[in-house]
């Protein structure tokens, strides 16, 4: 006999609750488990069901509960989350309740203006170990993880080449033409202080002059 997807739907609003649970338990594939509302308890209430997921609608919740869900999985049974009826307009800008959420465990994501249908395929997809999102939330995703990868990169340089931030951020001013008096006005710094970071500059990176520090730092870069 074929597995059932075990699901547990957690939610304040009653009728969304019912309304999914009717429409899940139609699936030949899937069995509700259990429904009830956003709270602690019913969260420790989960040991007793071992849902193989857990729907939600709401993001918050789940940051404010990360700690009691990781202590319902285990190796054996991790409970996967899908988030339903999620409002993308909250996650405009650095999509951090987005991005807490993904580094909480949660895999799946359905935007409120999804059909019922929507929600049974994520159900689906999340329980065979995928995830799921909105083109918009995958954009946001991806946008994090190269900013990460770009500061990681910088950290690994201001570690080999021993820079320090102000050092880091003089450089490109250095690269674009701008002489010591320039830099020195932009930073509201004097301009013997720019030209004692320049000379630090140059000896750190083993430039010989001004035009080589970019160029240096670049072939850095690459080697990491």
């Given at each position: 006999?074929?597995?059932?997807?075990?699901?547990?739907?957690?939610?304040?609003?009653?009728?969304?609750?019912?309304?999914?649970?009717?429409?899940?338990?139609?699936?030949?594939?899937?069995?509700?488990?259990?429904?009830?509302?956003?709270?602690?308890?019913?969260?420790?209430?989960?040991?007793?069901?071992?849902?193989?997921?857990?729907?939600?609608?709401?993001?918050?919740?789940?940051?404010?509960?990360?700690?009691?869900?990781?202590?319902?999985?285990?190796?054996?049974?991790?409970?996967?989350?899908?988030?339903?009826?999620?409002?993308?307009?909250?996650?405009?800008?650095?999509?951090?309740?987005?991005?807490?959420?993904?580094?909480?465990?949660?895999?799946?994501?359905?935007?409120?203006?999804?059909?019922?249908?929507?929600?049974?395929?994520?159900?689906?997809?999340?329980?065979?170990?995928?995830?799921?999102?909105?083109?918009?939330?995958?954009?946001?995703?991806?946008?994090?993880?190269?900013?990460?990868?770009?500061?990681?990169?910088?950290?690994?340089?201001?570690?080999?080449?021993?820079?320090?931030?102000?050092?880091?951020?003089?450089?490109?001013?250095?690269?674009?033409?701008?002489?010591?008096?320039?830099?020195?006005?932009?930073?509201?710094?004097?301009?013997?202080?720019?030209?004692?970071?320049?000379?630090?500059?140059?000896?750190?990176?083993?430039?010989?002059?001004?035009?080589?520090?970019?160029d240096v730092r670049e072939a850095q870069?690459?080697?990491?």
């Amino acid at each position: 006999m074929e597995h059932k997807v075990k699901v547990s739907i957690l939610s304040d609003n009653r009728l969304f609750r019912e309304l999914l649970a009717r429409i899940l338990s139609k699936k030949g594939d899937i069995e509700i488990v259990s429904t009830d509302q956003l709270s602690p308890d019913a969260i420790e209430n989960l040991g007793n069901f071992l849902p193989d997921v857990l729907l939600v609608d709401s993001t918050a919740f789940v940051l404010s509960e990360a700690a009691n869900l990781r202590e319902h999985g285990s190796e054996d049974h991790k409970i996967k989350i899908v988030v339903a009826a999620v409002d993308e307009g909250e996650e405009d800008g650095d999509g951090a309740l987005f991005l807490g959420a993904v580094r909480q465990g949660v895999s799946g994501f359905v935007p409120k203006e999804a059909s019922a249908l929507d929600v049974v395929a994520a159900v689906r997809s999340v329980a065979r170990g995928e995830a799921v999102c909105s083109p918009h939330l995958c954009k946001l995703l991806f946008d994090f993880v190269a900013q990460q990868a770009q500061e990681q990169r910088g950290r690994r340089t201001t570690s080999s080449l021993g820079l320090t931030r102000r050092e880091l951020q003089l450089i490109p001013m250095i690269d674009s033409g701008l002489t010591n008096k320039e830099i020195a006005t932009q930073l509201n710094l004097s301009e013997q202080t720019v030209k004692n970071h320049v000379h630090r500059i140059l000896h750190k990176v083993g430039a010989k002059n001004r035009l080589a520090i970019a160029d240096v730092r670049e072939a850095q870069e690459l080697l990491q």
